[in-house]
């Protein structure tokens, strides 16, 4: 049985990874932050819950420069981040797996930055749901103290959580991944430590 639903898996992955070498961006730069977007944050705070559901409308580059700027962007001359780090240590990467690819953020250039050109959003899921995703983002901590990568972590799901609150997105924080399978796929480093995912999609039209 587990050997069916991991074949069963591998052919979605290959189906699902076959993007057109030319599809595939190496850099994705993203357009910059809808400063005056979203709904007031009490608002938001109010409609905030998680969601394991899913349309197909797809997130596009201006919504997913607002979520990766509410996660972990600058929002300072200085480099500081929209969520506070311990000591300033900014030890926190945030991955998107989405269709065409894995990319890191670098909050710096707020750009993406291919690390693997297949789809690998299955590759999160220990659930049926993650599936209908269209964005899972993956929180890394880069530094040997794993404890405050927690939090700054809780930080960046929480910044988006809201951020999708205000703007209608659906999400999802998943503790339930395959964190071997993912740090192979992400070429992470000895030192990365995968925290938590959170998947992302538009509501099912109603
Ligand atoms: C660290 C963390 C890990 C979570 N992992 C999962 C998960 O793997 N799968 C899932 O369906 N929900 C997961 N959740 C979502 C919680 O189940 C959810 O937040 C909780 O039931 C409260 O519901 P609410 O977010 O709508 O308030 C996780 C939440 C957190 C904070």
Redesign the pocket.
Known sequence: MKKCLMLFFGALLVIASTVRADEIQKEVILPEPDYEGGRPLMQALRDR??Y?EFGVRRIDEQNLADILWAANGVNRPDGKRTIPTARDSRALDVYVLKQGGAYRYNPDRHILELVNPATLRYSAA??EFVQQADVVLVYVSNYENHETGGMHAGSA?QNVGLYCASAGINN??????DRDMLRKELHLNDNDYIL?AQALGWPKKK
């Open positions: 819950h998680s394991r220990k659930q799901y999802v924080v998943l503790g339930m991944i938590a």
